[in-house]
């Protein structure tokens, strides 16, 4: 009895010396994936992302700069398969951070951003909605639903109607006003409110084209306010820029506001 009591301690102890042996393995490959990585050596450190997560499926950060490997590979606005492969590998790769840990904000964020960087922006705008939701005290999710409701609207080929660029751009308005009250120093934010009236203020104009008398007269009057509103969040954005300039200067170039 003594024998096999001792057997199945040493059967023990082996398996948790494997399993530990795996971990620091893992550990390692990650670390060597790290150094190639910021050699921008982004084959070697794929590889080494892979053989880490092979070793052990639960380290996380390994997945996390494996999806950021493949993005960093993608080529913004290149067509190729290849290229597009690369950005549905990062796609994937981070959706399986995700689906372990719902609310990573770093996948998240890494998600949304192929999305806008490979022009799928509504599935950008949601999954920085869906950021958002996650990170309420970060204003870059709220700035970035709004950017991409502009991007939307602005580019829009007549597919949406003139009620859905209207919802998209009072929704991204909504968004930028969240976004300034937790960091009016932002400068892209106040340039987006801008630009998201002055597309307020292109359809209503639009619209009072088609509409005569009284009713043409107050959308006129609210085309012109919209376009006075635009000029003011114009006019803050130049006033930010100056004193993040300053701020900037005043910090050995470092920028504090991001």
């Known amino acids: ?46 590889d080494h992302f892979k053989k880490a997560i092979e070793l052990d499926p639960e380290l996380t950060n390994a997945e996390l700069y494996l999806a950021t490997a493949y993005a960093q590979q993608f080529i913004p606005g290149v067509t190729s398969e290849e290229n597009q492969k690369d950005a549905v590998m990062a796609v994937e790769t ?21 999305y806008q960087n490979n022009n799928q922006y509504d599935k950008a705008r949601e999954a920085y909605m869906k950021n958002a939701e996650v990170d309420p005290t970060n204003h870059i999710p709220f700035y970035a639903v709004g950017s991409v409701d502009w991007i939307i609207v602005h580019n829009t080929d007549s597919k949406l109607s003139a009620e859905d660029q209207t919802k998209l751009v009072d929704e991204g308005l909504s968004y930028l006003d969240k976004a300034f009250g937790l960091n009016p120093n932002y400068e ?23 509409t005569k008398d009284n009713q043409q007269k107050e959308l006129l009057a609210h085309y012109d306010e919209y376009t006075a509103k635009a000029d003011d969040w114009s006019n803050k954005a130049l006033d930010v820029r100056k004193k993040n300039a300053e701020k900037t200067a ?9």
């Open 188 to 210: 892209d934010t106040l340039w987006y409110q801008n630009l998201l009236l002055r597309e307020k203020a292109r359809l209503v104009k639009d619209q009072a084209k088609l």
């Open 250 to 258: 005043a910090t050995g170039g470092i920028d504090i506001n991001k």
């Open 1 to 46: 009895m003594t024998k096999r009591i001792l057997m199945f301690t040493v059967l023990g102890l082996l398996a948790l010396c494997a399993v530990s042996c795996q971990k620091l393995q893992a550990r390692d490959n990650l670390n060597k994936g790290v150094q190639a990585f910021r050699a921008t050596k982004y084959d070697q450190a794929i």
């Open 94 to 114: 981070f959706q399986k951070v995700l689906n372990k840990d719902p609310s990573n904000r770093t996948a998240m964020a890494g998600v949304a951003s192929i």
